[in-house]
């Protein structure tokens, strides 16, 4: 089983940065695809960003060109490094990670809130 941790939330300015990451600890980090998920206030969670174990990253429409995922399999950390931030990204983040040979094995963090103000 993997425990997942997010961290690097907070409050910024639209156009500002922010880097999020994910600790995690338990079970084998290199084999799992970890994903960036958020959620807004009334709206359904979202897929920001994911990395497989290869390392082959992929991006959501409405992130694509500024948000960039990465992982660190020897730190078990993942990153997302987010740029040019719009009002819009405001959200809780949550990173997760999918066994993706078994997908029914996947663990979520508990969020971290991110705020952008115009």
């Known amino acids: 089983q993997v425990q997942l941790v997010e961290s690097g939330g907070g409050l910024v300015q639209t156009g500002g940065s922010l880097t999020l990451s994910c600790a995690a600890s338990?079970?084998?980090?290199?084999?799992?695809?970890i994903e960036w998920h958020r959620q807004a206030p009334g709206k359904q969670r979202e897929l920001v960003a994911q990395i497989t174990a290869g390392a082959t990253s992929a991006y959501g429409d409405s992130v694509k060109g500024r948000f960039t995922i990465s992982r660190n399999n020897g730190k078990k950390t993942s990153s997302l490094q987010m740029n040019n931030l719009k009002s819009e990204d405001t959200a809780v983040y949550y990173c997760a990670a999918v066994d993706a040979l078994r997908p029914q094995y996947n663990y979520w963090g508990q969020g971290t809130q991110v705020t952008v103000s115009s």
């Open positions: 338990g079970g084998i980090f290199s084999i799992y695809r």
